[in-house]
């Protein structure tokens, strides 16, 4: 079983939409949670990072964790065509490996 | 631009020869990290350094693939006598302190790599 499962889609969505994101995961030790947007030829750019469980919200962004069912979510709202990228969650405990999804692959259509 | 620098973009090497990447962190971040990342896999960990020491090469080859941070200068990745499966997008990524402190990280943009 790999330490994180992420759905590789392709996921397609109207521009304005509501997009919601998803990952889950085995190691209950984990406890940093991060968001990162790729772009097709370019490194994964830090969205969102949060500390175990709750939300935090970003402008169209919010993190959701939930540890108890270890699941890790991220919104989108009023979703632009922009926003169209690769989106990875990653995760780690208190070590220095980071473990990351494949990542979901999001087309907004204007 | 302050972002974390990597250098070639792109590099092609026939199979036997050595690949060497390079990586300037973010100013004012001391720690390095290199992933690879294959086409439809996630980004795996390869090496954690921080000036002048190796502090987590558990996700690295034994083998042929090799990581220094030294005082001056750039983070180098390098690979001897390259081999096909070597081919990959190798990326950088930085943060000011351990992760065990809550950083972070900051990603390059990424060497790719094709062995011919």
């Known amino acids: 079983q790999k330490e994180v499962e992420q759905d590789p889609g392709p996921l397609s969505v109207p521009e304005g939409a509501i997009v919601s994101l998803n990952c889950t995961y085995s190691?209950?030790?984990?406890?940093?949670f991060m968001w990162y947007r790729q772009y097709s030829r370019k490194g994964p750019e830090l969205l969102m990072y949060?500390?175990?469980?709750g939300n935090k919200e970003d402008g169209r962004f919010t993190a959701q964790v939930d540890k108890s069912s270890k699941y890790i979510s991220l919104f989108i709202r009023d979703s632009q065509p922009s926003d169209s990228a690769t989106y990875l969650c990653a995760m780690s405990a208190r070590v220095n490996q980071f473990y990351f999804g494949t990542g979901t692959s999001l087309t907004v259509i204007p | 631009n302050a972002g974390v620098m990597q250098n070639p973009r792109h590099l092609v090497r026939r199979r036997g020869q050595e690949a060497r990447l390079r990586c300037s962190p973010m100013?004012?971040?001391?720690?390095v990290y290199w992933y690879r990342q294959l086409p439809e896999e996630g980004l795996k960990f390869m090496v954690y350094?921080?000036?002048?020491?190796?502090?987590?090469e558990s996700g690295m080859p034994k083998e042929r693939f090799s990581a220094e941070f030294p005082k001056e200068g750039p983070s180098i990745l390098r690979i001897q006598q390259v081999v096909r499966g070597d081919s990959a997008a190798y990326f950088c990524?930085?943060?000011?302190?351990?992760?065990?402190?809550?950083?972070?990280?900051?990603f390059g943009d990424g060497t790719r790599l094709s062995i011919l």
């Open positions: 100013k004012g971040h001391s720690h």
């Open positions: 949060t500390y175990s469980s």
């Open positions: 190691n209950s030790a984990f406890q940093y």
């Open positions: 990524a930085s943060s000011p302190r351990s992760h065990r402190e809550g950083q972070p990280q900051h």
């Open positions: 350094l921080q000036k002048e020491n190796i502090i987590d």
